[in-house]
């Protein structure tokens, strides 16, 4: 009787085991986290972990969806609400367009309404404008090309405003004035940086280059003055909104010596390099000041690019590639940068630097400082 007993209770035991996930699943309650902190990933080639506490510690975010959504393998992008400082949009590869209402500790996926956005879509770039913050823009590479989406509802729903002419190339970034929503820069895989004033009704194009265009930084108080990256890591700029540019190759192997900021913009051959960028940003409290990761380190540049010198992290040059770099939007002193799995802070302009583990076997895509709150910050992982 009691071994018939204990038979019973197993087989019970069993079957709750395999029935109850099961019906869980049908019933569309799923949750998704991104592996444990001591041993990275564990679903997906890549993660996004988040710090409250300006990069000491690190924990994973939650993304979880309903029936046949599944988690993102990838995160491409990271975009904040310029006045709602809980509101965080993620775009994916392959899983479309995210959001967040705390603050990037959660995430659910955005179902376009007007399903011109697809689920399956790589959300390349997210913009949102600081002018109307219901106007939401999106790089977006589906159905085998690249298009450009825009919401007027905060991402209730979307329209294709721009589609490349050609399958399998797409639309990589994109620059919002912070002035004017209706002011729309993109870049495109093609080599063109197209330009509209009124939306995304009409383009015309700034320039054809003849590689793909990667990367765009615009300076917000002096829309003229634009950089671009192309694909085989070239670092180009111009100073008169696109007519003439100035091919400022890749610094990073010594102190540059190009020419001063008042030198005329044909253009001329800097300090070469083989090796791509792996980062482009700017100080957001002053566009003079530019940061590239590399191959070979961490270089800046305090006078828009004309001349760089090396930042000396705790490791030797060339010995790890730097891969990701943010600027603090408090105070321009604090920058990060990470190298493979460490993270690299510095508080005094980069004299002085601590250094530490991120919690990952990945190495880091992106680091992102949420402008509101300065000290949560993301790390987007590859």
Not at 22 to 45: E, H, K, M
């Amino acid at each position: 009787m009691v071994s018939r007993l204990l038979i019973l209770i197993l087989v019970l035991f069993l079957g709750a085991v395999v029935i109850i996930p099961f019906v869980l699943n049908i019933a569309g309650v799923t949750s998704f986290q991104f592996g444990s902190l001591s041993g990275g990933p564990q679903a997906g080639s890549g993660i996004l972990l988040r710090s409250g506490d300006g990069g000491m510690g690190w924990e994973n975010t939650v993304f979880s969806g309903a029936r046949r959504i599944r988690a993102p393998d990838k995160i491409l992008d990271i975009a904040f609400h310029p006045q709602n400082a809980d509101i965080v949009f993620a775009g994916t590869k392959s899983s479309g367009l995210w959001k967040s209402d705390d603050g990037g500790k959660s995430w659910g996926k955005i179902t376009d309404q007007s399903r011109a956005l697809e689920s399956n879509a790589d959300v390349y770039r997210i913009e949102v404008s600081r002018s109307n913050p219901q106007i939401i823009y999106l790089a977006v590479f589906q159905n085998s090309r690249g298009r450009v989406f825009k919401s007027e509802n905060s991402g209730l729903s979307f329209r294709e405003i721009y589609f490349v002419t050609a399958n399998r190339f797409g639309v990589f970034d994109l620059y919002v004035n912070p002035q004017d929503s209706n002011h729309v820069i993109v870049v495109t895989g093609q080599g063109g940086i197209l330009e509209s004033r009124n939306g995304g009704k009409t383009w015309h194009v700034i320039k054809w280059f003849s590689e793909a265009l990667t990367r765009i930084l615009v300076n917000p108080a002096f829309y003229g003055e634009i950089f671009v990256v192309i694909s085989s890591g070239k670092l180009f700029k111009t100073f008169d909104g696109g007519e003439n540019w100035a091919d400022l190759q890749e610094p990073g192997i010594k102190t540059g010596t190009f020419p001063p900021p008042n030198a005329t913009l044909n253009p001329f051959v800097g300090l070469t390099s083989k090796r791509s960028i792996e980062a482009l940003v700017a100080d957001p409290n002053n566009f003079t000041t530019l940061f590239i990761g590399s191959k070979e380190g961490l270089v800046r540049s305090t006078d828009g690019g004309f001349s760089w010198d090396r930042v000396n992290l705790l490791i030797p040059p060339e010995d790890l590639p730097v891969s990701a770099v943010a600027v603090s939007y408090s105070d321009s002193n604090k920058i990060f940068a990470t190298a493979s799995t460490q993270f690299h802070k510095t508080t005094d302009g980069g004299e002085n630097w601590t250094v530490s583990a991120l919690p990952t076997r990945f190495r880091t895509n992106k680091i992102l400082v949420h402008p509101l709150r300065s000290d949560t910050m993301f790390a987007v992982l590859k």
